[in-house]
Structure formats: structure tokens, C-alpha cells
Nanobody, 116 residues
């Protein structure tokens, strides 16, 4: 059964850091683009970052450029999101996502709260 499981969320003060992990099971990550999304209650889910299958290509939302870094370890079937210089507006539930034809797959999400 194909599954994505996020971990690493928590509560931090502004300026702090967190590293989110996304563990894949039931399939091999190697061939797929993986993305991180986030969602605040009452708002649409928004794309944060994505990484190519080899890790050679990455993309970031303007709001996180220069602060977040996405990476992957295909040998471990893992994708990561290093989040530095966190701001209160980064508070959200963060989701890992993959599209494997013909379906979308989402993890259960991990809560990130940035507050003083």
C-alpha cells in the first residue's frame, strides 16, 4: 500500500528552524517528483517546494525562497524540508505529495507552529 508519512513538525519561536521528513512506503521514490504543500484553516492548500526525481532540480514558493531547502535521499526513500528563519506566517499543516498516474497521494500532514 502506497503511503507517505510526514514527521518533524512542532512549535518554534520566530527565527527558529525545523526539519520536516517525508517517508515513503509501498513504492520507490526514485522516479517521481515530490512536493511539499501547506495549509492554514480556511485557506487553500499552497505549494511550498518541489524536487525532481534525481534531486537536481528544485522549486520554491516566493514566500520561502532563501529560507527553506528541499532535499531527498532516494536510498532511504525519504524527502526532507529544512525550514530556517521561520516566521509566524509559516504556521500551517505541512503535507508531502506525489502524483503517480493516475492518482494523487498525500501524507497525513504535520503541524508547524511559529509563535513567540
Amino acid at each position: 500500500q502506497l503511503q507517505l508519512v510526514e514527521s518533524g513538525g512542532g512549535s518554534v519561536r520566530p527565527g527558529g528552524s525545523l526539519r520536516l521528513s517525508c517517508a515513503a512506503s509501498g513504492f520507490t521514490l526514485d522516479y517521481y517528483v515530490i512536493a511539499w504543500f501547506r495549509q492554514v484553516p480556511g485557506k487553500e492548500r499552497e505549494g511550498v517546494s518541489c524536487i525532481s526525481s534525481t534531486g537536481g532540480g528544485t522549486n520554491y514558493a516566493d514566500s520561502v525562497k532563501g529560507r527553506f531547502t528541499i532535499s531527498r535521499d532516494n536510498a532511504k526513500n525519504m524527502v526532507y524540508l529544512q525550514m530556517n528563519s521561520l516566521k509566524p506566517e509559516d504556521t500551517a499543516v505541512y503535507y508531502c505529495y506525489v502524483w503517480i498516474r493516475p492518482k494523487n497521494y498525500w501524507g497525513q500532514g504535520t503541524q508547524v507552529t511559529v509563535s513567540s
